[in-house]
């Protein structure tokens, strides 16, 4: 089957790389899940070689593929690489390369598909169970013809950046909402565009199928290109597929790059001067920040930012931070649930208030534990937006404290069905996308 563009373009990006490659296996030795992975004792001159044999075609060492299928996209290979190449793009098409052999295109298609269908029933659920009409078109999401969706710019007008919210935020909605009154307080205009309409591609790239994924993300980046000033993101995952997957593979093909994206901290640290005289009210806490570095300068960014609140003490738990995000652990399972409990554990030690994460998914998956444990867990924007008299409800995290799918749905009852929505689905949806995504189990050991 001939390639397309976007697969022709993404297979010569990926040779340019193997061949820039010297194999030195600087990338392996700083790597932090080598262990985890299951790398072994392999030298990592041969981890990386067995890497590049497997994107030419060939078997590729064992260790080369358990290094890349375990893979947390901590990014700390980027910056150990003397020759400037990127190591973890060159380990998601070595997954690529893997998931193409275990099957035929059929059937990671199909498999595709059903990933995707998963994750917008997930989403289009759980966030018309906690939203108004109101709050969802702001959101961007379609709910009728007479509400506006998404955009503080003027009619006719281009607002000033896009922001891109990714599809599983929208599952915790209040930290979207808050960025957004944040945006309107620092006084920028923009467009919301996210959800599952508005793809990165990823659920189909890590099936394998380059095909739909480019033409998925293609069909986004191209909605996406509306903004004056450019892009901010809030999903790490989806950025990662964007700049490192997607934006270079269609520069290569159309000459130009279509905009730049910048994660929302990262957008935030540029106007903290701007944002510094709006954070008066103090929040009395003694809290620790839950860190994952797969994007450079975003902790960083945060931690400076919670500085400047009035009133908050930072506690260094002295924890590994590793992953992108919490998700990007799942093919570590026992290693990812060791990291949740020491640092729970050492949060409790440490006697602070509240631990504290940037993302979403971090959020999703440790804020149940905030019944076990001597204190709360939040997202970073709450505590930022409670000095600047800003409020959005958690729905998301009372809602799986209940730990109850019955339970949730009847609380939720009469949004689902003001949405037409079965309760049935609606269970089968909180059972698979909420109450089953808790990797450490609840409960505080001995």
């Known amino acids: 089957m001939p390639q397309t563009d976007f697969e022709s373009a993404l297979s010569a990006r990926t040779n340019e790389m193997c061949d820039a490659c010297t194999r030195c296996g600087k990338c392996v030795e700083i790597c932090p899940v080598t262990g985890p992975a299951g790398v072994g004792a392999a030298a990592p001159k041969d981890v990386i070689s067995g890497v590049i044999e497997l994107l030419h075609g060939g078997e590729g060492l064992p260790a080369a593929k358990a290094w890349a299928s375990g893979c947390?996209?901590?990014?700390?290979?980027?910056?150990?690489?003397?020759?400037?190449?990127?190591?973890?793009?060159?380990?998601?098409?070595?997954?690529?390369?893997?998931?193409?052999?275990?099957?035929?295109?059929?059937?990671?298609?199909?498999?595709?598909?059903?990933?995707?269908?998963?994750?917008?029933?997930?989403?289009?659920?759980?966030?018309?169970?906690?939203?108004?009409?109101?709050e969802l078109a702001r959101l961007g999401q379609q709910v009728n013809d007479r509400l506006d969706h998404g955009s503080t710019a003027k009619p006719g007008e281009r607002p000033d950046f896009v922001f891109y919210t990714g599809c599983n935020v929208l599952k915790t909605p209040h930290m979207a909402l808050t960025a957004l009154d944040i945006m309107d307080a620092l006084g920028v205009t923009y467009k919301v565009m996210g959800g599952p309409t508005h793809c990165c591609g990823v659920v189909q790239l890590r099936t394998g199928d380059t095909e739909v994924s480019g033409r998925a993300a293609t069909s986004s980046l191209d909605k996406l290109a509306e903004g004056k000033a450019g892009v901010i993101s809030w999903c790490a995952s989806c950025h990662v597929q964007f700049t490192e997957t997607t934006i270079p593979t269609i520069e290569k093909i159309r000459g130009a790059r279509p905009f730049e994206m910048t994660p929302f901290m990262l957008f935030l640290r540029a106007r903290f001067e701007d944002l510094r005289p709006m954070l008066k009210t103090p929040v009395p806490m003694r809290i620790a920040l839950h860190k994952h570095p797969g994007v450079k300068g975003v902790v960083e960014a945060g931690t400076a930012l919670l500085r400047m609140v009035p009133g908050i003490e930072i506690v260094d738990l002295q924890q590994p931070a590793v992953?992108?995000?919490?998700?990007?652990?799942?093919?570590?399972?026992?290693?990812?649930?060791?990291?949740?409990?020491?640092?729970?554990?050492?949060?409790?030690?440490?006697?602070?208030?509240?631990?504290?994460?940037?993302?979403?998914?971090?959020?999703?998956?440790?804020?149940?534990?905030?019944?076990?444990?001597?204190?709360?867990?939040?997202?970073?924007?709450?505590?930022?937006?409670?000095?600047?008299?800003?409020?959005?409800?958690?729905?998301?995290?009372?809602?799986?404290?209940?730990?109850?799918?019955?339970?949730?749905?009847?609380?939720?009852?009469?949004?689902?069905?003001?949405?037409?929505?079965?309760?049935?689905?609606?269970?089968?949806?909180?059972?698979?996308?909420?109450?089953?995504?808790?990797?450490?189990?609840?409960?505080?050991?001995?």
């Open 72 to 134: 947390a996209l901590t990014g700390d290979c980027i910056a150990a690489c003397p020759e400037g190449i990127n190591p973890r793009f060159l380990l998601a098409m070595a997954r690529v390369t893997l998931a193409q052999q275990s099957s035929d295109l059929r059937a990671r298609r199909r498999k595709g598909i059903e990933n995707f269908r998963a994750v917008a029933d997930g989403v289009n659920v759980l966030a018309r169970m906690q939203l108004s009409d109101a």
């Open 323 to 446: 992953g992108l995000m919490s998700n990007a652990l799942n093919a570590l399972p026992e290693y990812k649930r060791g990291l949740q409990l020491a640092e729970l554990e050492a949060a409790a030690a440490a006697k602070v208030d509240t631990l504290v994460a940037i993302y979403h998914v971090d959020h999703r998956e440790l804020c149940a534990h905030e019944r076990d444990w001597p204190f709360r867990i939040v997202n970073i924007l709450d505590i930022v937006g409670a000095s600047m008299g800003l409020h959005h409800d958690d729905r998301f995290k009372r809602l799986k404290i209940m730990q109850d799918a019955d339970a949730i749905v009847a609380d939720c009852q009469d949004m689902l069905a003001a949405r037409g929505i079965e309760p049935a689905m609606a269970r089968e949806v909180v059972v698979k996308a909420m109450l089953a995504e808790q990797p450490l189990p609840l409960g505080r050991p001995g």
